[in-house]
């Protein structure tokens, strides 16, 4: 069956060893997997593996009725931070105190986490500590929607856990340099394994199963106390600190599943 791999164009060089990975991958199940930019014409397809920031490009493909991964529902709500969090609540996982904000005369108390609801990589956030910052963020930012979110001292620590379906491929432990609050690895932090609870456990599997999704990440602030508090939705997920730190190759996993699915839906139709 031959594949579509969507990126965002400027992403594909980026992940390039990642790309090679899956494409190898899907050799070892009869697959292909041709790269594509979310800015070129869209191919007709078997299965499409969908790698790009782009709900709406996602809803448009899901239209064509083939088999999608993931579908264009968790790309809209890993990709809008409020929704994520608003779902994640609503399945009674504690989550980072959140909400919408227009001006600064909301903000009743500093220092604040700013968010852009669709910014990632640990860009368009900012820890604000006066009025005067949290209105140079609106107004730089004044086009996006905005989030406050109440600053949690977690030493800059968090958990991203990698699912497949509703199954846990594996977890780590996300540290942010000293003189920052992110702990995005790409930004420099250092990155190690991390094996959850059976309370966390269940708390990713609740959420995936209510996505319905195929590959995300979940991030989560890991508390002094190693209690969390859920974060965000990744889709799609970087897999490069998972690797590096398990030196176990998630490419192989995720086209295995992959195949899984598509050989359950022709035995399906037949």
């Known amino acids: 069956m031959n594949g579509l791999l969507i990126y965002e164009k400027a992403e594909i060089e980026r992940n390039r060893s990642f790309i090679d ?18 800015q070129s014409p869209i191919p007709e397809a078997d299965f499409i593996f969908f790698r790009s920031r782009n709900p709406q490009l996602a809803k448009q493909l899901e239209q064509r009725n083939i088999p999608m991964f993931n579908r ?13 969090i608003q779902l994640v609540q609503l399945l009674g996982i504690a989550t980072v105190p959140t909400k919408k904000i227009v001006t600064d005369t909301e903000i ?12 990632h990589g640990g860009k368009q956030v900012e820890l604000v500590k006066t009025q005067k910052e ?8 004044s086009e996006n929607t905005i989030i406050a979110q109440q600053y949690i001292e977690t030493n800059a620590t968090d958990v991203r856990v990698f699912m497949l379906g509703e199954e846990v491929v594996g977890a780590v432990k996300r540290i942010g340099p000293t003189d920052s609050f992110k702990s995005n690895f790409t930004l420099g932090g250092t990155v ?12 990713v599997e609740k959420i995936a199963k209510a996505l319905k999704s195929d590959y995300i990440g979940i991030d989560f602030l890991l508390l002094p106390e190693e209690t969390w508090l859920f974060n965000e939705i990744e889709d799609p997920v970087g897999a490069r600190s998972y690797y590096e730190t398990t030196k176990e190759d998630i490419a192989e996993p995720i086209m295995e599943y992959i195949h899984k699915k598509l050989t359950k839906k022709e035995r399906d139709e037949i």
């Open 108 to 119: 009743n108390e500093y220092p604040i986490i700013l968010k852009t609801i669709d910014g």
């Open 72 to 84: 264009a529902e968790v790309n809209v709500i890993a990709n809008d931070k409020l929704k994520a």
């Open 21 to 38: 990975r899956l494409i190898n991958a899907s050799s070892q199940y009869s697959l292909t997997l041709t790269v594509v930019d979310d």
């Open 192 to 203: 190690e394994k991390y094996i959850l609870d059976s309370q966390q456990r269940a708390e």
């Open 134 to 141: 949290a209105t140079s963020f609106l107004n730089t930012f």
